[in-house]
């Protein structure tokens, strides 16, 4: 488990990154845009908060096939600070269309408040091949 | 005389948002709005030597615009769930139309909930994201068209 505080200056460099001109992130109780909950793992994670347990990812064969953003009640904003816990979900593998299998690895954060309440979830899916990523060039 | 927008309905779409032509500016912004530094969004070296003709955006930044999209027509404050599916790389160069279509609306306290589909496509007509989304509503906003 760590926190993450709901910076206000965050979220504008968020937004602008995200082409977002709405007025509402902008300002002291902004609140965040859909996919910021994704800046708590990039930047307020620290190294080893997820457990892989046995699965191994070799990340130049791992893609970002699916992410989701649940929001329990109003949406979090400036000012306010969350707890987080990080932890795998599924893993599963299916054959691919081109042959070898792929495995799907999701990864559930959690992001409550400071008394406890679940306020949102984030899910990672990530889809690791078996062979290296000349099959999705342009 | 005031007016109110007419509630949001099934099959009802918004007017579609273009982004771009998306520059490695735009990406490496948003490398580091959201704190990604996988070198294969902007470092071209790198990018070359793991077999690829030069950098491609971060998936997470087109995943962003639709959001972007999504929320100037249904509103910053009622995103209840927001899901989006990784179909094809973007390019530096690429010219994204994001576009929606309310799937369901059920009607909830103080407005609707809305159901949404949602589709990023690149320049040459090919999806790059998909994805759906739930916002609520208030009553009196119809979206923004």
């Given at each position: 488990?760590?926190?993450m505080p709901i910076e206000r200056g965050k979220i504008r460099e968020f937004a602008r990154a995200a082409m977002a001109p709405d007025a509402a992130y902008d300002a002291p109780d902004a609140v965040v845009p859909p996919t910021?909950?994704?800046t708590a793992s990039l930047s307020w994670e620290p190294p080893g908060e997820l457990d892989l347990g046995e699965?191994?990812?070799d990340l130049r064969r791992v893609l970002h096939g699916e992410e989701e953003y649940v929001f329990h009640g109003?949406?979090?904003r400036a000012g306010q600070t969350l707890a987080v816990t990080t932890r795998l979900g599924d893993v599963y593998?299916?054959?691919g269309r081109r042959g070898g299998d792929l495995t799907f690895v999701t990864i559930?954060?959690?992001f409550r408040s400071p008394s406890g309440e679940l306020v949102a979830e984030q899910r990672t899916t990530l889809v690791q091949t078996s062979q290296a990523p000349?099959?999705?060039r342009p | 005389m005031t007016t109110t927008a007419p509630a949001l309905a099934v099959g009802d779409t918004a007017w579609s948002t273009t982004f771009g032509p998306l520059t490695r500016t735009d990406i490496v912004r948003y490398a580091g709005a959201s704190g990604d530094f996988n070198p294969i969004h902007h470092d071209e070296e790198f990018a070359r030597s793991a077999g690829f003709p030069t950098v491609f955006s971060i998936g997470m930044l087109q995943a962003s615009l639709l959001a972007t999209f999504a929320t100037q027509w249904l509103g910053a404050d009622g995103v209840r769930r927001f899901t989006v599916r990784?179909?094809?790389?973007v390019w530096p160069g690429d010219v994204l139309t994001c576009s929606g279509r309310v799937t369901a609306v059920e009607p909830a306290d103080d407005g609707q909930l809305v159901e949404v589909e949602l589709t990023c496509t690149r320049q040459n007509g090919s999806v790059a994201v998909t994805g759906t989304a739930i916002f609520a509503v208030p009553a009196g906003r119809g979206g923004d068209d």
């Amino acid at each position: 488990m760590y926190t993450m505080p709901i910076e206000r200056g965050k979220i504008r460099e968020f937004a602008r990154a995200a082409m977002a001109p709405d007025a509402a992130y902008d300002a002291p109780d902004a609140v965040v845009p859909p996919t910021f909950l994704t800046t708590a793992s990039l930047s307020w994670e620290p190294p080893g908060e997820l457990d892989l347990g046995e699965l191994e990812l070799d990340l130049r064969r791992v893609l970002h096939g699916e992410e989701e953003y649940v929001f329990h009640g109003p949406m979090p904003r400036a000012g306010q600070t969350l707890a987080v816990t990080t932890r795998l979900g599924d893993v599963y593998r299916k054959p691919g269309r081109r042959g070898g299998d792929l495995t799907f690895v999701t990864i559930v954060h959690e992001f409550r408040s400071p008394s406890g309440e679940l306020v949102a979830e984030q899910r990672t899916t990530l889809v690791q091949t078996s062979q290296a990523p000349d099959e999705v060039r342009p | 005389m005031t007016t109110t927008a007419p509630a949001l309905a099934v099959g009802d779409t918004a007017w579609s948002t273009t982004f771009g032509p998306l520059t490695r500016t735009d990406i490496v912004r948003y490398a580091g709005a959201s704190g990604d530094f996988n070198p294969i969004h902007h470092d071209e070296e790198f990018a070359r030597s793991a077999g690829f003709p030069t950098v491609f955006s971060i998936g997470m930044l087109q995943a962003s615009l639709l959001a972007t999209f999504a929320t100037q027509w249904l509103g910053a404050d009622g995103v209840r769930r927001f899901t989006v599916r990784f179909r094809e790389q973007v390019w530096p160069g690429d010219v994204l139309t994001c576009s929606g279509r309310v799937t369901a609306v059920e009607p909830a306290d103080d407005g609707q909930l809305v159901e949404v589909e949602l589709t990023c496509t690149r320049q040459n007509g090919s999806v790059a994201v998909t994805g759906t989304a739930i916002f609520a509503v208030p009553a009196g906003r119809g979206g923004d068209d």
